[in-house]
């Protein structure tokens, strides 16, 4: 072999091992920054996960307050707080359960819900608040009023009541006034908001938002309506207040049959359904 083509052949190895480098070079670049750029996606999935679940973990946890909407907060309410359960076993249909929280977003209650046939439940004497509760458990978004609550305020929540659909009823609380001056108050069961003033608004985002709430990912601090999606109870009020059985269940039928037929949903304790709220003699106090 000459002397120029040994250095020709010397050429084209260097060129070849160049070529080799280069290639190795273009590949690591390639793979390595295709490996840095899954490497960094990984990690910002792991990090948002974490956030996320720090996030739920946080919103699940007792005293938490999510902030009130618009609507809740031109109405005075403040932010919804998860309140810590507070039982939910049955007592005896004449036994009294004191709420230590006014009103009672859980607890102890009544065997029997009260009827979801009424969206609005007048002042009844004697209103057995225990079944309200139970009412709570099955998944139901209670408007609580206390005796301070002004005449117009009553009379529009009477009207929201009507707006705010099946999985909501009004419940007057008359064993003590609200804190804060602030009268109305709505609760799902272990959330509570409270509020100045009635906003039809307000009342059907907690709705939409905290009635029949799923099951799924309950099991937090405090259980999430463990009856989620149950009816409300019989028509028959004769166990909420003083009266006979019989005859209250006998004038309830009859008056859920007008109704029925009206396509309407009365007041408990208002003109079209006092049988049903309240025997013979007894008064019903209506705002």
């Given at each position: 072999?000459?002397?120029?083509?040994?250095?020709?052949?010397?050429?084209?190895?260097?060129?070849?091992?160049?070529?080799?480098?280069?290639?190795?070079?273009?590949?690591?670049?390639?793979?390595?920054?295709?490996?840095?750029?899954?490497?960094?996606?990984?990690?910002?999935?792991?990090?948002?996960?974490?956030?996320?679940?720090?996030?739920?973990?946080?919103?699940?946890?007792?005293?938490?307050?999510?902030?009130?909407?618009?609507?809740?907060?031109?109405?005075?309410?403040?932010?919804?707080?998860?309140?810590?359960?507070?039982?939910?076993?049955?007592?005896?249909?004449?036994?009294?359960?004191?709420?230590?929280?006014?009103?009672?977003?859980?607890?102890?209650?009544?065997?029997?819900?009260?009827?979801?046939?009424?969206?609005?439940?007048?002042?009844?004497?004697?209103?057995?608040?225990?079944?309200?509760?139970?009412?709570?458990?099955?998944?139901?978004?209670?408007?609580?009023?206390?005796?301070?609550?002004?005449?117009?305020?009553?009379?529009?929540?009477?009207?929201?009541?009507d707006a705010a659909g099946s999985r909501f009823i009004a419940v007057p609380w008359a064993r003590?006034?609200?804190?804060?001056?602030?009268?109305?108050?709505?609760t799902a069961w272990d959330r509570t908001q409270r509020c100045a003033t009635v906003s039809e608004?307000?009342?059907?985002?907690?709705?939409?938002?905290?009635?029949?709430?799923?099951?799924?990912?309950?099991?937090?601090?405090?259980?999430?309506?463990?009856?989620?999606?149950?009816?409300?109870?019989?028509?028959?009020?004769?166990?909420?207040?003083?009266?006979?059985?019989?005859?209250?269940?006998?004038?309830?039928?009859?008056?859920?049959?007008?109704?029925?037929?009206?396509?309407?949903?009365?007041?408990?304790?208002?003109?079209?359904?006092?049988?049903?709220?309240?025997?013979?003699?007894?008064?019903?106090?209506?705002?």
């Open positions: 072999m000459g002397k120029k083509s040994a250095e020709r052949n010397a050429r084209l190895d260097t060129l070849r091992r160049e070529q080799r480098r280069q290639e190795r070079r273009r590949s690591f670049l390639i793979y390595g920054t295709g490996g840095l750029v899954a490497v960094a996606v990984l990690a910002g999935i792991i990090v948002y996960a974490l956030v996320a679940n720090q996030a739920k973990d946080e919103s699940h946890s007792v005293g938490h307050v999510t902030a009130a909407s618009a609507a809740a907060t031109a109405a005075g309410c403040t932010g919804v707080v998860n309140d810590a359960s507070r039982g939910n076993t049955h007592v005896a249909a004449d036994q009294t359960v004191n709420y230590d929280l006014a009103p009672p977003s859980s607890g102890n209650h009544d065997a029997s819900p009260l009827p979801d046939a009424y969206r609005f439940y007048e002042r009844i004497p004697n209103l057995r608040i225990e079944r309200a509760v139970h009412n709570l458990e099955h998944g139901f978004v209670i408007g609580w009023y206390d005796p301070k609550l002004p005449d117009d305020q009553v009379t529009a929540l009477r009207t929201a009541a003590s006034e609200f804190a804060d001056n602030r009268h109305f108050v709505l608004s307000a009342i059907k985002e907690f709705v939409k938002t905290y009635a029949n709430p799923s099951l799924a990912g309950a099991a937090w601090a405090s259980p999430t309506a463990p009856e989620s999606g149950a009816l409300g109870g019989p028509l028959n009020l004769s166990p909420t207040i003083a009266g006979t059985a019989q005859a209250d269940s006998a004038q309830a039928d009859s008056a859920q049959a007008d109704n029925t037929q009206a396509g309407t949903a009365p007041s408990a304790g208002s003109d079209t359904s006092t049988a049903t709220s309240a025997p013979a003699g007894a008064a019903t106090s209506t705002p």
